[in-house]
């Protein structure tokens, strides 16, 4: 039985009271049963000294009407129920029995005769009785006994009566301090504990209330000890509400509270049928301001645009961070598209505002994909889908941008989803391939190598460009598996010419950003030992985005593929994010001119500007320089007047299947040897023979 506290301390106080009550009054009560018994002995002594003292002389002169008198005396007094005058023979010469008694009632009944003798023997022993004797003398001599025998009847009701009044008296005082001390207790303790017991629910259902604290006692103190947990457990909550719920750098709204406000306003819209929208910011190019000018920028220029977009939407929009360079704006009440349109174009402006930091005027663009509720789903995960879908392709589209989401955008997004569940078959099932791009030497045109680029045979769409897989795998990271599976070819294949006797020249790889990242030097080291292929017949072709990772990481797997010999290029050169401080750094062999720069040769002033730039700043670099798309024979002249190392294009050779590729090294052997033996100039004409 669970007992509440009031209840265990009254009881205790209880229990209490009443032994100690109890005691004392048995106490009181065995003491004056005591006193009384002494009393009533002290009453048939006196009488029967009297008696003694008075009867000689009654008994010398045979007075026995004086003696009955004396007798009868004795039976006014009180609880005396016989008095029994004996000669010095023992024979009663007086007597008096109270016969109404019922103790001396019961014996004379039991007897079935008043006979004094025995039932004097009789009453002996008797423990309702006091009997006293007192021998009555004259000059010493003994005249006889004064018998006297005194009921303790009346001492024994009294005793109980006493008894009776004390028990009531004992429960009364019980009854009353038990009760007073339980009021007391209730509204000194009681009342204050079950307060702070209130007070401690609230706290767990995430109410803070304070309790009275006035009482100087321990509960006071108990109290303000316990406010002051409040108050810290009440910081301590908004402290962990902040962090749960707001970004600590912008103190923005983060990701988890973004989801639930736009979660909210999807049962508001719902129920006043209203539309709203969702913009899904991008920065653009963020990880270059990282790079460049290190991490404490970074947050600077994250901190301003927060602010930034904060002071351009209205009191009723919220604008949230979901983490890296990713912000959104929900915008609620949006009523035509043409107002989603005003605010993306207000949100780009103000994203793009210069801002002066570390010295430096830092001019940040954005992309924004947006996605309109209910028009572009009607749960807070598909709206989020869709306006991030929707970034992706204003991101493709142009750096600073926003786009709508539509409904071809998810015709595309399950095409691309298509794309990478056969991608994964790709390599099981033998559709992919490598293709083969020779490359000439621009001064003697004469064939140094090729270019690897991988080509995949879908059963059903037919041939699909890298262009379109390639960031599709690397995203997915499937470019792992595959990279693995073109270097592993493509020195099958270098091995396999190079045993038929036949020179390959080098091979020029492509490898990827994420390849980069899973120790490619130490694969690769592996490879050519086990195809026995000399470091020089390896270039390894790697775009600018390689370079955007963790600085330390990319210079030391780059020093560890130059330790292995290894020719590196970069790829696609001024199309990306070069900086001169790349070049300087990391050490680069090849520079590869783009194609889209090599096409306005030789007229587009702007390309001849930017084309004799970089070969000047390769030479300065020491850098040898190919030019890719060579297409005619003016961008050709161009290069090789311009002293382009070497070129790569349709004009010389297209990129060709192994078989073809075979054929054309045979052909080059061929030709190669009569012009040993002085019969023939190799020229673009070979090349193009594929
Ligand atoms: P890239 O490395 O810049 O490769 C050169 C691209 O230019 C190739 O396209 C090639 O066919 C094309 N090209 C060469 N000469 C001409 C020309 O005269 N005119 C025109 N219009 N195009 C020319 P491709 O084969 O479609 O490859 C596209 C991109 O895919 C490559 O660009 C490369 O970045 C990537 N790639 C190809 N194979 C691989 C690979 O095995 N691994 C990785 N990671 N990427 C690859
Ligand atoms: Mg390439
Ligand atoms: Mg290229």
């Known amino acids: 039985m669970r007992l509440s506290l009031g209840a265990k301390f009254t009881i205790t106080v209880t229990i209490i009271l009443v032994a100690t009550i109890a005691a004392n009054t048995f106490y009181f009560l065995g003491t004056s049963a005591r006193f009384h018994e002494q009393q009533l ?42 008095g029994v005058i004996v ?20 014996q004379i009944d039991a007897a079935g005769s008043k006979d004094l003798s025995p039932l004097l023997q009789k009453l002996d022993g008797q423990s309702g009785l006091v009997r006293l004797q007192f021998p009555i003398t004259s000059n010493n001599v003994v005249l006889g006994r004064f018998l006297v025998g005194i009921s303790r009847q009346s001492l024994e009701n009294e005793f109980r009566r006493q008894l009776i009044v004390q028990s009531m008296v004992l429960a009364a005082i019980v009854l009353f ?15 204050p504990i079950n307060k702070l017991i209130a007070a401690s629910e609230d706290v767990s259902r995430g109410q803070f209330t304070l309790v009275e604290t006035k009482a100087r006692d321990e509960l006071g103190v108990l109290a303000r000890a316990f406010n002051v947990m409040t108050e810290a457990v009440k910081r301590e909550q908004a402290k962990l509400h902040r962090q749960a719920n707001f970004d600590g750098l912008t103190g923005l709204p983060n990701r988890m509270m973004a989801f639930d406000r736009i979660k909210q306003e999807i049962s508001r819209a719902k129920r006043s049928a209203q539309r709203f929208a969702v913009f899904f910011i991008d920065l653009d190019n963020f990880k270059n301001v990282n790079d460049s000018m290190g991490h404490a920028v970074g947050d600077e220029l994250l901190i301003a645009i927060g602010a930034r977009v904060q002071a351009c939407i209205r009191d009723s929009d919220i604008v949230a961070r979901l983490g890296g360079d990713e912000f959104v704006v929900l915008a609620p009440d949006i009523a035509s598209d043409a107002k989603a349109e005003e605010l993306a174009e207000r949100l780009i402006k103000a994203v793009s505002e210069p801002q002066l930091l570390a010295g430096r005027k830092v ?64 390599v099981e099932l033998g559709q992919l391939s490598l293709n083969f791009q020779p490359l ?66 080098f091979l020029a790889i492509n490898v990827s950003r994420v390849q980069f990242r899973r120790r490619l030097s130490v694969r690769l080291t592996e490879l050519m030992a086990n195809f026995r292929i000399p470091s020089h017949a390896l270039e390894l072709e790697i775009t600018e985005s390689v370079l955007l990772d963790d600085h330390s990481q990319v210079a030391e797997e780059l ?17 990306g994010y070069s900086s001169l401080s790349y070049l300087k750094r990391f050490h680069f062999d090849v520079l590869k001119i783009d194609r889209s720069f090599v096409s306005g040769l030789p007229d587009d002033l702007d390309d001849v500007l930017l084309v004799k730039a970089i070969l000047a700043m390769a030479k300065g670099f020491d850098l040898k320089v190919v030019a890719e798309g060579v297409e005619n024979h003016d961008q050709l002249r161009f ?7 070497v070129v790569q294009g349709f004009l010389l050779a297209k990129p060709m299947n192994e078989a073809a590729y075979s054929n054309f090294l045979r052909s080059r052997k061929v030709e190669v040897n009569a012009s040993q033996t002085g019969a023939a100039q190799h020229g673009y004409a070979t090349g193009r023979s594929t």
């Open 41 to 82: 002995l002290e009453r048939g002594r006196a009488l029967g000294r009297l008696i003694s003292l008075v009867s000689p002389d009654a008994i010398l002169g045979f007075d026995f009407l004086l003696l009955n008198r004396y007798t009868r005396e004795v039976s006014a007094v009180p609880d005396v129920v016989y």
């Open 87 to 106: 000669d010095a023979k023992g024979e009663p010469i007086s007597t008096y029995i109270d016969d109404k008694d019922p103790l001396i009632k019961k």
């Open 177 to 191: 301090l038990s009760v007073a001390i339980h009021v007391v207790f209730r509204a000194n303790v009681l009342k």
């Open 363 to 426: 001019v940040a663009h954005c992309s924004i994909g947006i996605a309109i509720y209910p028009d572009n789903g009607e749960s807070m995960e598909e709206l989020m889908a869709n306006a991030d879908n929707a970034m992706y392709q204003a991101k493709s589209t142009r750096d600073g941008s926003a786009i709508f989401f539509t409904a071809e955008m998810n015709i595309r997004l399950r095409e691309r989803m298509q794309m990478e569940q056969d991608l994964n078959l790709a």
């Open 440 to 505: 000439f030497e621009t001064d003697g045109q004469r064939h140094c190598g090729a270019e690897v680029l991988l080509r995949w045979h879908h059963p059903e769409r037919g041939a699909i460009s890298p262009a379109s897989f390639i960031p599709l795998a690397e995203a997915t990271g499937q470019i792992v598996s595959i990279g693995d599976w073109v270097l592993e070819q493509a020195c099958r294949n270098w091995a396999k010419w190079h045993n038929a006797g036949i020179d390959p020249g």
């Open 559 to 575: 020093r560890n593929l130059r330790a292995a010999g290894l020719t590196l290029s970069l790829d696609d050169f001024g199309t």
């Open 639 to 645: 290069l090789a007047s311009q002293g382009c190392d």
